[in-house]
């Protein structure tokens, strides 16, 4: 199994990213969907995090309400870490469940935004894949997408590994400041060479 570990900071277009990937047969595994759905009305994680931080968390149909808790995560370090320690091992092992059915792929990718704040994911990666954006272009994509502020942008950039350390911890580097057309490209371009270190890596196991 030869997983990719595909990361970058907020507004970087990590997700863009993951859909050229899969556009071109790649599968995705997407810890950001994996949470959204373990969230979702019903879940036992969702009650999890409700006996945790209060129904007020929760919307008026029951759904979390995602701006609620992410402002009183970003407000509250502790609250943070609580949120973690509910959702991180969930998501980590449903992650491995679907990393292990795409176990037969050349490769596939792990979209994770925090992958090298946490050795959790570092040690099941093959590679590591930066999605890198500037400053003013992540605050751009991020408003423009989620609606957010500048300050809440510059939040969760602010609790974000730094631009510099993610690039120089990364194997690979895509700078995405420019057109989609640009990205499109320089995803070929990786993807076949990953598909290369794929064939090379299983002619000598």
């Known amino acids: 199994m030869y997983v990719v570990g595909l990361t970058g900071g907020i507004g970087s277009g990590k997700s863009e990213a993951a859909r050229l990937f899969a556009e071109l047969g790649v599968p995705i595994v997407d810890v950001d969907i994996i949470s959204h759905e373990l969230t979702a009305s019903g879940q036992g994680t969702l009650e999890e995090i409700t006996q945790v931080f209060g129904k007020d968390m929760l919307n008026s149909d029951g759904s979390l309400n995602r701006a ?3 402002q009183k995560v970003f407000a509250d370090r502790e609250a943070r870490k609580k949120l973690e320690t509910i959702l991180h091992p969930a998501i980590y092992n ?3 469940e ?3 059915k795409n176990a037969t792929a050349p490769y ?3 979209a994770i935004p925090l992958l090298f704040e946490s050795d959790r994911y570092l040690k099941i990666i093959n590679r590591s894949l930066v999605i890198d954006s500037s400053p003013e272009m992540q605050i751009s994509r991020a408003s423009k997408r989620d609606g957010l502020s500048e300050s809440d942008i ?4 602010d609790i974000q590994i730094p631009r510099e350390k993610r690039n120089a911890l990364a194997d690979d580097i895509i700078l995405n400041d420019g057109l989609i057309e640009e990205l499109k490209e320089k995803i070929k371009r ?3 060479k990953y598909i ?3 064939v090379i890596d299983n002619s000598n196991p």
């Not at 510059?154 to 950039?157: A, E």
């Open 68 to 70: 609620a808790l992410r």
């Open 94 to 96: 449903k992650a491995m």
């Open 98 to 100: 679907a990393l292990n």
């Open 108 to 110: 596939q990718v792990l």
């Open 154 to 157: 510059q939040k969760i950039i």
């Open 190 to 192: 990786v993807h076949e």
């Open 196 to 198: 290369n270190t794929c």
